[in-house]
């Protein structure tokens, strides 16, 4: 009898064990979409706004149930409908994907035209404050000589949470998760990066968005001509075809270095920040924020020193 009833419920153990195990078998599930699913008017529609065509709308097509991977000119995006602001002519590029039980699945890049200057879209101060202004140039350095001197930041480099961004940093809010910061001010903390001539980034807008990065610390980088879209909205900006300057220490440790958040912009300034990626870099996720100054900027720092020193006080700073 007592045999009888170890077996008993040594099967139904057995049988709860395999309940307990069934459900992750199947949490995946089989994948229901298929690249050839996802076209341009069947999955997904690219529109242009009626009264303004440089105003250009995605919208997915798909079921709720799948979440929208958008790839777009002006970043990435899981929406299910994306408004596009573009003010130059030219022909840009969307990639759409969804999520599905059996993982991410993207269609084939389609893409469209602007014909026309849209002036208002860069009648902004942040527009301003990176490229000049429109038919106008700007070049930033990033905040760190040969010398090791930054001229505004305590360093070229400050680390945040995945949280932060405009609003934590230049609006002083707080905001619920992931949000800190360290600014390691580079005399004691040479470690962060060689001290060196970190070349220049160029942002322009003449006839369009274009950028110049020269990166003389990264000869596998070297020079990149590439585009970039400002949303004054969102404070991000994106980097086509390059990317911003940086330490080769931490080169490979951002999955998409031309996905930006803009943590602060102002006509001297910037900080940029670019997500440390766990897997890359064996630590945590967390913003690596760069900081720049610009090259006008940098400029009437060192007359100010060199008028320090020749007048006998000194050459601090």
Partial sequence: MKRSIYWCLLLLSSCLFCAACTPEEYELGAMDVQAADIKEGVAYTITHDPTNPNIVYLTSLMDSRYTPLWQHPQGRSQQKQVTLNLAFPGTYEVTFGVQTRGG?????????????????????????FLSG??????????????????????????????????????????????????????KSNTWLMAAGNYGTMTFSLKGGANVVVDHKMLANRGVQNGTY???????????????????????????????????????????????????????????????????????????QRQSRVASGKGGVW
Wanted: glycine fraction near 8%; hydrophobic fraction near 35%; aromatic fraction near 16%.
């Fill in 229 to 303: 879209m400002l949303d004054t909205d969102a404070y991000t900006l994106r980097m086509n075809g390059a990317m911003p300057l940086h330490n080769k220490e931490r080169d490979g440790h951002v999955i998409d270095w031309g996905d930006i958040r803009i943590m602060s912009l102002t006509e001297d300034y910037m900080q940029l920040g670019v997500l440390r990626d766990k897997a890359l870099s064996g630590e945590d996720p967390a913003l690596l924020v760069y900081n720049y100054v610009s090259k006008a900027y940098y400029d009437r720092a060192v007359q």
């Fill in 104 to 128: 991410l699945v993207y269609g084939e890049t389609a893409t469209f035209d602007i014909e026309n200057f849209y002036a208002g879209f860069v009648d902004n101060e942040l527009w301003t």
């Fill in 133 to 186: 202004g429109v038919d106008q140039e700007k070049t930033w350095y990033l905040d760190l000589d040969a010398q090791g001197t930054s001229t505004y930041f305590l360093g070229p480099l400050y680390f945040y949470g995945t949280a932060d961004s405009w609003a934590t940093v230049t609006e002083g809010k707080t905001v619920e998760g992931d949000s800190w910061s360290w600014k390691p001010e580079y």
